[in-house]
C-alpha cells in the first residue's frame, strides 16, 4: 500500500515540475517575443522618422538634383522599411502587422505626394482616337482624363494614363513607369503589359481585359471592372464595385473588396516576363504573400464571405 502511495505522490510530483517547466518556459517565449516586437518598433518609428525627415527637407533643396538624389534614398530607405516588416511577421501580432503596412503605405503615399509637388515630371498618355499629322512635335501638355461621374479617381490624372482603348495589345515600358503613378481607364477587351516596379495603380471602368502587371510598390486601386483577368503583384489591394474578375496576386498586406461579387484569387506563382524576379527583390515586398487573405467590408459574418473564392 505505501509503494501504491509513494508511487503516486512521485507521479503527481513530476507532474507538477513539469508543469512548472512548462510555464517557466511559456514567460521565457512571451518575454522574447516581447522584446522583438519592442525591438522591431524602435527600428521601424526609427527609420520611418528618418524617411518623413527627409521628405520634410526635400522642399528647402536648391537644385532639381539634390531632389532627385534625396528622394532616390528615401525610396531605397521605404524599401528597407518594408523589408524590416516582412522579416517581423512571425513573431508580430496582426495588431502590429496591420499597423506596419499602414505605415508603410503612408510613407509611400508620402513619396508619391513629394515626387509630385517638388519634382513634377512629364507625363505620358496613350488615348484613343486618330493620330494628327504635324510638322513639329508640340510642347508637353498637362493629361487631362474626363471624369466619369461615381468615380472614385475622377480627379486623379497620374504620370502615365491609358484611357479610352478597345481590343487592343498594349506594351508600357518600364522606363515610363518605374517609380510612377499609372491611370487606366475606359478599356474593353485589351491585353494590357506593364512590367517594372510601379508606384500605385489606378483602374477603373476596364471590361473583358487582361492585365500582366509587374510589382506595384504601394497599393492597386480597381474600381467598376468586370470579367477581367488581373497577374499582379502589390503591397495591398484595394478592390470597388468589381464583378467577375480573377486575380493572381501577391500581396504582402491583403486585398480589401467592398461592393464586388464573383471575384477569384489565387496565388501569383510566375511573373509572366523576363525580370519579374529581379522587380520583386529590388521592391522590398518579399516574399510574404497574403493572396487568400481578403477582407469584404460588406460581410462582416465569420463565415465565408460568398463575394469571393480561391481558385
Not at 20 to 42: C, G, M, P, T, W
Not at 53 to 82: C, H, M
Not at 168 to 183: M, N, P
Request: glycine share 8%; hydrophobic share 35%; with cysteine.
Amino acid at each position: 500500500m505505501s509503494n501504491t502511495r509513494e508511487t503516486e505522490f512521485l507521479r503527481l510530483q513530476e507532474e507538477r515540475l513539469t508543469a512548472l517547466e512548462k510555464k517557466k518556459a511559456d514567460r521565457k517565449d512571451a518575454n522574447h517575443s516581447y522584446d522583438l516586437i519592442v525591438a522591431f518598433q524602435e527600428k521601424f518609428n526609427t527609420l520611418k522618422a528618418a524617411i518623413d525627415a527627409d521628405l520634410g527637407s526635400l522642399p528647402g533643396l536648391g537644385s532639381d538634383v539634390d531632389k532627385r538624389e534625396r528622394l532616390s534614398g528615401v525610396q531605397v530607405q521605404a524599401g528597407e522599411l518594408q523589408t524590416l516588416l516582412n522579416e517581423s511577421m512571425t513573431f508580430l501580432t496582426a495588431h502590429e502587422i496591420r499597423r506596419g503596412q499602414d505605415g508603410v503605405t503612408a510613407v509611400h503615399d508620402a513619396i508619391a505626394r513629394a515626387q509630385q509637388e517638388c519634382l513634377p515630371r512629364k507625363k505620358f498618355a496613350f488615348g484613343g482616337g486618330k493620330k494628327k499629322k504635324t510638322t513639329a512635335p508640340p510642347p508637353p501638355a498637362p493629361v487631362v482624363v474626363a471624369a466619369v461621374e461615381g468615380d472614385r479617381f475622377a480627379k486623379y490624372s497620374g504620370d502615365v494614363v491609358v484611357t479610352d482603348r478597345t481590343s487592343e495589345t498594349l506594351h508600357i515600358s518600364r522606363d515610363q513607369t518605374t517609380g510612377k503613378d499609372v491611370l487606366l481607364r475606359n478599356l474593353s477587351s485589351c491585353t494590357v503589359h506593364i512590367p517594372g516596379v510601379l508606384g500605385t495603380l489606378h483602374c477603373t471602368n476596364c471590361t473583358g481585359c487582361t492585365f500582366i502587371i509587374g510589382v506595384i510598390s504601394g497599393s492597386l486601386f480597381l474600381e467598376k471592372c468586370s470579367n477581367s483577368t488581373f497577374t499582379v503583384t502589390c503591397q495591398q489591394a484595394r478592390i470597388h464595385t468589381t464583378h467577375d474578375a480573377t486575380f493572381h496576386i501577391h500581396v504582402t498586406s491583403k486585398a480589401i473588396i467592398e461592393d464586388c461579387k464573383g471575384l477569384r484569387f489565387g496565388e501569383r506563382k510566375e511573373g509572366g516576363y523576363e525580370g519579374y524576379l529581379e522587380d520583386l527583390k529590388s521592391s522590398g515586398l518579399g516574399d510574404n504573400n497574403n493572396w487568400s487573405d481578403v477582407d469584404d467590408f460588406n460581410w462582416l459574418n465569420k463565415e465565408q464571405s460568398p463575394n469571393w473564392t480561391t481558385i
